[in-house]
């Protein structure tokens, strides 16, 4: 759905650099265009918003728990006895 209204905003901005006079060649460029931007949006293999942030949020608790984990290492071999 999102991918849909992503073409649709694009096929928007598109047909806004057409003149208002042209309003007949905008329609038929939107329909036209459509299927080709939706085969190339296909073919990118891009990942939705809501698995970007799926794993964005992986990604930080994944880091959070990296700095603790070097904190912990560091105060370990800081309170080790030197012989």
């Given at each position: 759905m999102i991918e849909k209204l992503?073409?649709?905003d694009l096929l928007k901005q598109i047909s806004s650099l057409l003149p208002d006079s042209a309003s007949d060649v905008r329609t038929d460029l939107e329909q036209k265009l459509r299927p080709?931007?939706?085969?190339?949006?296909r073919k990118l293999d891009l990942v939705s918003r809501e698995?970007?942030?799926?794993?964005?949020?992986?990604l930080d608790r994944l880091s959070e728990h990296t700095c603790a984990l070097e904190a912990e290492i560091k105060q370990l071999t800081e309170a080790k006895p030197v012989n």
């Open positions: 992503a073409i649709t080709i931007l939706e085969a190339g949006f698995e970007f942030d799926c794993q964005l949020e992986k």
